[in-house]
């Protein structure tokens, strides 16, 4: 459980963190121009530089998350979680800032049940 639980930390992390640059840097700049077209005029440099770390980090986000939902759903069948923490958990990696808070939940209770597990004899 512990090699699940290594797995889920970084990819929850990584996802966390990709999703929040993807949400406050990447997206305004790429659309700001047609929000306030003065500030980033179509083809400037602020609008390719939104639009190519969209692109490349939307996508790169995208199998990321795939990984992260396989991962924690592995964990989540190795630690037992009920079916509504479950989800919470898969769908909360979907949503900036929250998903730290749901990283932190789940390896809380992770970490919670490895402790209280019985330690083989001589270990």
Not at 39 to 44: A, N
Not at 53 to 74: C, D, E, N
Not at 94 to 112: D, K, N
Request: charged share 10%; with cysteine; proline share 6%.
């Amino acid at each position: 459980m512990k090699n699940a639980l290594r797995w889920y930390t970084i990819l929850a992390t990584v996802v966390g963190i990709s999703i929040i640059v993807l949400v406050v840097i990447a997206v305004p700049l790429n659309h700001a121009h047609q929000v306030v077209p003065g500030l980033f005029p179509q083809g400037s440099s602020g609008q390719v530089l939104g639009q190519t770390i969209s692109a490349v980090l939307g996508t790169a986000h995208g199998f990321i998350y795939m990984g992260f939902l396989l991962v924690a759903f592995w964990l989540s069948r190795l630690a037992r979680w009920p079916i509504a923490f479950t989800a919470v958990t898969l769908v909360c990696g979907t949503i900036p800032f929250l998903s730290f808070w749901a990283e932190r939940r789940a390896i809380r209770r992770v970490q919670t049940l490895i402790d209280s597990s019985p330690r083989p004899v001589g270990a």
